[in-house]
């Protein structure tokens, strides 16, 4: 079964420090990753995703993610946080051999929290 | 830049009674979805949808829901008789096959109280 995994709640990280928000996986096939971040009162928005190639991955606002096989993580990254970047953050993977429409699976959610 | 709309942005019911969720997806996007976050937990995929049918839907997604496309624009989400359970927010979203690897754009939700 498809699973995604965030183990922290809540990262404190102080503005300009490096980021990370950690995410596992567990799917039968390759996988698709994705991350989205949800603002207050806002739907997911899109951040980034890993399809295949380059395992480091970058996408919107400085946010990059690196895939990594045999440890079977998709940790989002940052180099210097914003006070912006304070939101909530979800990983989500689709099993590439499930068809082309396949649903989402979205993890817990991890609270980005910047702190001036 | 295109996005995904849906109205109304918060909806207030009475237990059984029977409520429809609207979006408008991105216009040539032609793979639809649906799905559910309960306040504090996780995203949950409810349904997805493709040249008017039902491709997969969950185990949430039980005979009290449907899904619709009624005219070129608008993908609804209808609940029959809404439970106390079923307050939540609801996210629609769309795809563009023409991507290749579907990444889904979320619309901002409809948060459905039910009373």
């Known amino acids: 079964a498809q699973s995604v995994a965030q183990p922290e709640d809540q990262v404190n990280v102080a503005e300009g420090n490096p980021l990370t928000v950690k995410c596992t996986y567990s799917v039968s096939g390759n996988p698709y990753l994705f991350w989205y971040v949800q603002y207050p009162n806002r739907g997911l928005q899109f951040l980034l995703k890993y399809i295949t190639g380059d395992n480091l991955v970058k996408g919107s606002y400085g946010f990059e993610a690196e895939f990594n096989k045999s440890q079977t993580s998709f940790h989002l990254k940052k180099p210097s946080a914003l006070v912006s970047d304070s939101a909530l953050y979800f990983c989500a993977v689709r099993d590439a051999l499930s068809g082309g429409y396949n649903k989402l699976i979205f993890g817990a959610g991890t609270r980005l929290a910047v702190h001036p | 830049e295109p996005e995904v709309t849906q109205t109304p942005s918060h909806q207030v019911t009475q237990m059984g009674q029977e409520v429809i969720l609207r979006c408008v997806p991105i216009s040539n996007h032609l793979y639809f979805y649906w799905y559910r976050q309960i306040l504090g937990q996780k995203v949950e995929f409810l349904v997805s949808?493709?040249?008017?049918?039902?491709?997969?839907k969950s185990e949430i997604f039980d005979d009290q829901f449907s899904v619709e496309r009624p005219d070129g624009s608008n993908f609804t989400l209808k609940i029959r008789s809404t439970k106390l359970e079923d307050s939540a927010m609801y996210f629609c979203?769309?795809?563009?096959?023409?991507?290749?690897?579907?990444?889904?754009?979320f619309g901002p939700g409809t948060r459905l109280t039910v009373l």
């Open positions: 979203a769309s795809s563009d096959p023409g991507q290749g690897y579907h990444e889904q754009f």
């Open positions: 949808f493709y040249n008017n049918e039902i491709s997969e």
